[in-house]
C-alpha cells in the first residue's frame, strides 16, 4: 500500500509540473526515463513534413546506418581474407580485409564499373565460379533483387566450403530517390533473414544481429548525419526498432 501515494505523487509530477524542467532533468541524467503527457509533446525542428535531409544524410556528414554497418563488418574483419567477392565496390573488402585478402573480386550487375571483375545478375548467374570464394560481402544490396533467394543461393554456390558470407539489409529506413528508388523492393527484419538463410545456406552457422532503436531510427528516418547524434545512444540494441539486420554465415566444410 506504500507505493500507491508514491505513484500517485509520480502522476501528479509527470502531468502537471512544467515541461522544461522535466526535459532539463533527463538532458542532465537526473531523471532519465522523462515522457511528456499527451499533448505535450515539444516537436521542435521535427514539426515538419519534409525531412532535415532526404539524401541520407550524406551531406550532413554520413548515413547513421553506415556506422552499424562498418561497425558489423569490422567485427567479422578476420573473415575477409583470402579470395573475396565484394557486390558493387571493394571499398569494405580493402578496409576491412587488407593485407589477407589474396584477390579482391567485384561483381557490378551491369558494365558501368570499370572495376568490376564479373558482370551479371545475382540472382541468375550461371557464369559466376562455384565454390571459388573465401569471402563473399553482400552489403545494403538483397532489398533491390526481386528474386533475392535466387541471389543468396547463388552466394551459397559460390563460397568455398568453410567460407564466410557477410551481408547487411535494411530494416527501417527511408526509400532512396532516383534510380534506386525503381528496384527499392524489401525491407526485412532479424526474423525473415533468418528464415530465408536457413533456406538458403543449409546447415550454415549462422550469426544474425540488429542494430537500432527507437533514437537511431528516428535520427536516420529524419536524415541526420553520424556527426549529430550521440554514438552511445546508437550503440543500444532494441530489437522493436531494426535500423540494420546483420547476418554472418559460415559454409559447412565438405564431409
Same mark, same amino acid.
Given at each position: 500500500?506504500?507505493?500507491? @501515494?508514491? #505513484?500517485?505523487?509520480?502522476?501528479?509530477? &509527470?502531468?502537471?509540473?512544467?515541461?522544461?524542467?522535466?526535459?532539463?532533468?533527463?538532458? !542532465?541524467?537526473?531523471?532519465?526515463?522523462?515522457?511528456?503527457? @499527451? $499533448?505535450?509533446?515539444?516537436?521542435?525542428?521535427?514539426?515538419?513534413?519534409?525531412?532535415? #535531409?532526404?539524401?541520407?544524410?550524406?551531406?550532413?556528414?554520413? @548515413?547513421?546506418?553506415?556506422?552499424?554497418?562498418?561497425?558489423?563488418?569490422?567485427?567479422?574483419?578476420? #573473415?575477409?581474407?583470402?579470395?573475396?567477392?565484394?557486390? $558493387?565496390?571493394?571499398?569494405?573488402?580493402? *578496409?576491412?580485409?587488407? +593485407?589477407?585478402?589474396? &584477390?579482391?573480386?567485384?561483381?557490378?550487375?551491369?558494365?558501368?564499373?570499370? *572495376?568490376?571483375?564479373?558482370?551479371?545478375?545475382?540472382?541468375?548467374?550461371?557464369?559466376?565460379?562455384? *565454390?571459388?570464394?573465401?569471402?563473399?560481402?553482400?552489403? *545494403? =544490396?538483397?532489398?533491390?533483387? !526481386?528474386?533475392?533467394?535466387?541471389?543468396?543461393?547463388?552466394?551459397?554456390?559460390?563460397? &568455398? @566450403?568453410?567460407? =564466410?558470407?557477410?551481408?547487411?539489409?535494411?530494416?527501417?529506413?527511408?526509400?532512396?530517390?532516383?534510380? !534506386?528508388?525503381?528496384?527499392?523492393?524489401?525491407?526485412?527484419?532479424?526474423?525473415?533473414?533468418?528464415?530465408?538463410?536457413?533456406?538458403?545456406?543449409?546447415?550454415?552457422?549462422?550469426?544474425?544481429?540488429?542494430?537500432?532503436?527507437?533514437?537511431?531510427?528516428?535520427?536516420?528516418? !529524419? $536524415?541526420?548525419?553520424?556527426?549529430?547524434?550521440?554514438?552511445?545512444?546508437?550503440?543500444?540494441?532494441?530489437?522493436?526498432?531494426?535500423?540494420?539486420?546483420?547476418?554472418?554465415?559460415? +559454409?559447412?566444410?565438405?564431409?
Amino acid at each position: 500500500m506504500a507505493a500507491e @501515494p508514491t #505513484s500517485r505523487i509520480k502522476t501528479f509530477i &509527470k502531468t502537471y509540473a512544467p515541461a522544461a524542467p522535466l526535459r532539463w532533468l533527463q538532458r !542532465w541524467g537526473i531523471r532519465p526515463q522523462y515522457t511528456p503527457a @499527451p $499533448g505535450r509533446v515539444a516537436f521542435g525542428d521535427f514539426d515538419r513534413l519534409r525531412p532535415i #535531409s532526404k539524401d541520407f544524410g550524406y551531406e550532413r556528414g554520413g @548515413p547513421i546506418d553506415r556506422y552499424y554497418i562498418e561497425h558489423f563488418l569490422q567485427q567479422q574483419a578476420a #573473415s575477409i581474407r583470402g579470395r573475396v567477392l565484394e557486390i $558493387g565496390g571493394n571499398d569494405y573488402t580493402l *578496409q576491412f580485409g587488407g +593485407k589477407k585478402v589474396e &584477390k579482391s573480386d567485384i561483381l557490378h550487375v551491369d558494365d558501368s564499373n570499370p *572495376q568490376a571483375t564479373y558482370v551479371g545478375d545475382l540472382s541468375n548467374a550461371p557464369h559466376l565460379p562455384d *565454390q571459388a570464394f573465401d569471402c563473399i560481402i553482400l552489403t *545494403q =544490396t538483397l532489398h533491390l533483387i !526481386w528474386e533475392y533467394k535466387e541471389a543468396l543461393k547463388t552466394c551459397y554456390r559460390m563460397l &568455398k @566450403p568453410g567460407g =564466410t558470407f557477410l551481408m547487411t539489409s535494411p530494416g527501417i529506413t527511408p526509400i532512396a530517390s532516383g534510380a !534506386w528508388k525503381e528496384i527499392w523492393y524489401w525491407s526485412f527484419t532479424r526474423l525473415s533473414i533468418t528464415r530465408v538463410l536457413q533456406e538458403t545456406f543449409p546447415d550454415a552457422e549462422l550469426d544474425i544481429r540488429t542494430y537500432g532503436n527507437a533514437y537511431a531510427a528516428s535520427a536516420f528516418l !529524419w $536524415g541526420l548525419g553520424l556527426p549529430e547524434v550521440s554514438i552511445e545512444k546508437l550503440e543500444v540494441v532494441d530489437e522493436q526498432y531494426q535500423v540494420i539486420i546483420a547476418a554472418k554465415a559460415v +559454409k559447412p566444410l565438405l564431409p
